[in-house]
Nanobody, 122 residues
Framework: QVQLVESGGGLVQAGDSLRLSCAAS????????MAWFRQAPGKEREFVAA????????MYADSVKGRFTISRDGAKIMDALQMNSLKPEDTAVYYC???????????????WGQGAQVTVSS
């Protein structure tokens, strides 16, 4: 019913910044949280950041804390991930997700974007 679309991926150098955006289409019922996950080749999909339905709470993986910032515009059903001081190990496909729970677990998110490639060169 709800589709998510990421944008803003690309190729950058270590230390650079990049901003990913996620927009939802279709009709959404009830409140929802949004999150970002990423998956590097040969690795499991891992949690990156999440934001509550009203934007009052955020959480981050230890690996990105202090460098990445998640934000949202609830009225437009949109969120963004600002990524600063990027490292080569940040290279992955980044997925936007939405769900009824504020969580770091993939199982709590039922709606996913198609993924955006982020490549950080050394």
């Amino acid at each position: 019913q709800v589709q998510l679309v990421e944008s803003g991926g690309g190729l950058v150098q270590a230390g650079d910044s990049l901003r990913l955006s996620c927009a939802a289409s279709g009709r959404i019922f009830g409140v929802y949280s949004m999150a970002w996950f990423r998956q590097a080749p040969g690795k499991e999909r891992e949690f990156v950041a999440a934001i509550s339905w009203n934007g009052d709470r955020t959480m981050y993986a230890d690996s990105v804390k202090g460098r990445f910032t998640i934000s949202r515009d609830g009225a437009k059903i949109m969120d963004a991930l600002q990524m600063n001081s990027l490292k080569p190990e940040d290279t992955a496909v980044y997925y936007c997700a939405a769900g009824p729970r504020y969580s770091s677990d993939t199982a709590d998110y039922g709606y996913w974007g198609q993924g955006a490639q982020v490549t950080v060169s050394s």
